[in-house]
């Protein structure tokens, strides 16, 4: 009896640890290149974290792992404390290393195609040792939607007047 007392405290445990957050969603908000150098580019993620519970999160960090086209290419860390408001959402930015060893193999397919498929593979700690939360978010970016819209072009039209107030 004892024994078996034992293993259902551990796999409760186990798959405590492990489990997915109901109502807490991770979402890429925004990318910024930072810096570039041979072998690592150092960008910028704003991730958004939704809450949809009815009650607060909070987190005092948390680690993420960056994966492009199912290839992964770097991960960032976040030490500042945050609180996600019940039925809200807040967005974080992290810094993320990304290898330029593993994006050269390929980049190529990347710009052909315009677009790519991400994932973010989260893990957000609490205060407690037991308050750790895992999420997955996986989305496809269209780099289509980044082009930059050209300015209208100058004319050589004379400019139309402008209107006139009528005295009666």
Known sequence: ???LFSLMACVTLVCGCSRQT????????NVRFD???????????TLRLNNETPKPMKFT?????IYLNGLYVGSGLSSEP??????????????VHLSNIALATRIKSVIE???FDYRIKSVFYGESWFSRMRCVS????????????????????????????KQE
């Open 1 to 3: 009896m004892k024994i």
């Open 22 to 29: 109901p109502g807490l969603s991770v979402n890429l908000a």
């Open 35 to 45: 810096a570039v150098t041979v072998f690592e580019t150092t960008a910028t993620f």
């Open 61 to 65: 960090g948390g680690a993420h792992k």
């Open 82 to 95: 945050v609180e996600v408001p019940r039925l809200g959402s807040i967005t974080q930015p992290v810094t």
């Open 113 to 115: 195609s315009k677009s």
């Open 138 to 165: 996986e989305g496809r970016l269209d780099l289509k939607d980044f082009t930059p819209t050209p300015e209208p072009a100058e004319t050589n039209a004379p400019a139309s007047p402008a209107p006139t107030a």
